[in-house]
T-cell receptor, first 117, second 112 residues
Framework: GAVVSQHPSWVICKSGTSVKIECRSL??????MFWYRQFPKQSLMLMAT?????????EQGVEKDKFLINHASLTLSTLTVTSAHPEDSSFYIC?????????????FGDGTRLSIL | AQSVAQPEDQVNVAEGNPLTVKCTYS??????LFWYVQYPNRGLQFLLK??????LVKGSYGFEAEFNKSQTSFHLKKPSALVSDSALYFC??????????FGTGTRLQVFP
């Protein structure tokens, strides 16, 4: 149980392109989803927290207009990297948590490797 | 400030030997602690958590962790390591803002 599907797994695109990444909870309802960014050999950096039906809460230093997050249903959240540039190249990982209790673990997708040429 | 420390960048162990991956935390109040494992080019997989109760928590794939309040530690352990356990391990603590704070990760290398 508690499977989170994230796709695409890999994206290679030209600078200036917008890229959408989907995160789905397959067998549970995710009240809260999280988006992380991971640089090589580093830990995860939380970008934003999204609750179903409300606006995402962004961490300090993360541009809202650059990284658009939508959490339209209890099983789907999307991250759109708008007008991507090479510095946006990274490994993006989503996670989902069932219920509102913070004692529940987050379940992670397999990540999306984004490469901007 | 709330934080998690994983003092070892890498841990090497021979297959069949016991392994320990260290984690210490700093948080006000009762901690919610988690261990995750990450394989190359994959997301994180949940291993185990401590919320309350017994200090020894058993998790997936034969892993366990011991919560030690006096030492503010939550070390991950396994009695007999497998080569397939080689991966990147993250300790995490829930922050007072209900987010997970991750350690920097420890790479476990199990040699045959």
């Amino acid at each position: 149980g508690a499977v989170v599907s994230q796709h695409p797994s890999w994206v290679i695109c030209k600078s200036g392109t917008s890229v959408k990444i989907e995160c789905r909870s397959l067998d549970f309802q995710a009240t809260t989803m999280f988006w992380y960014r991971q640089f090589p050999k580093q830990s995860l950096m939380l970008m934003a927290t999204s609750n179903e039906g409300s606006k995402a809460t962004y961490e300090q230093g993360v541009e809202k207009d650059k990284f658009l997050i939508n959490h339209a249903s209890l099983t789907l959240s999307t991250l759109t990297v708008t007008s991507a540039h090479p510095e946006d190249s990274s490994f993006y990982i989503c996670s989902a948590r069932a219920g509102r209790g913070s004692d529940q673990p987050q379940h992670f997708g397999d990540g999306t490797r984004l490469s901007i040429l | 400030a709330q934080s998690v420390a994983q003092p070892e960048d890498q841990v090497n162990v021979a297959e069949g030997n016991p392994l320990t991956v260290k984690c210490t935390y700093s948080v006000s109040g009762n901690p919610y602690l988690f261990w995750y494992v990450q394989y190359p080019n994959r997301g994180l997989q949940f291993l185990l958590k401590y919320i309350t109760g017994d200090n020894l928590v058993k998790g997936s794939y034969g892993f366990e962790a011991e919560f030690n309040k006096s030492q503010t530690s939550f070390h991950l352990k396994k009695p007999s390591a497998l080569v397939s356990d080689s991966a990147l391990y993250f300790c995490a603590v829930r922050s007072f803002t209900d987010k997970l704070i991750f350690g920097t990760g420890t790479r476990l290398q199990v040699f045959p």
